[in-house]
């Protein structure tokens, strides 16, 4: 991370947002969406700690948490070839791709005992957003792009998302399961240590 400010900003420009359009959910999408593909067009803040990759795992870094909880970001890093089963949010989501690429596959519940109905795979590259919505369409299934290399997208939330109840489900016969993320960490990375900056402007 050489560029904590980067961050700081989106979370400022997020929160201003949030407190002005929060129930307005197409808005929400658009012009978070657009704070979130401005943050994911540089790969120069994320700290190393939150794009760590584990052997087995997808990890779910929060990076943020909204103190009345209308917002969460996590940093998700995605090993090689790993994946998500296929899932629900409950709450919108913005997706941000920052570095290597993602698929994801839209799904649809169908009758219990039946197959889902699967949509047709997008891959999502640096700088681009996609976004989830139980308004719209709010279950799928992600994939890293890469059977040979990290990639990390960046994903905004309207909740604390490691602590909402939701929901995943078996794309064969649409058979669903409750689940809860959590987060891979206990620990929030610190974007705030601004003391370089105030005593360079001090001179010293
Ligand atoms: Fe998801």
Redesign the pocket.
Known sequence: MNNPHRFRQFLAGFTRLVAEAGHDEPRMLVEGGKLLAALVSHDDWLPEACAQPHPQYYQQYLLHCDPLERFSVVSFVWGPGQK?PV?D?TVW?L?GMMRGAELCRRFELAASGTPMRAGAQEKLLPGQVDH?SPATGDI?E?ANAFADQVSISI?VYGANIGAVRRHVFDATSSAIKDFVSGYSSPMLPNFWDRSAEVRAAMGK
């Open positions: 998500t899932h949010h989501g997706i989830v799928h992600v994903h």
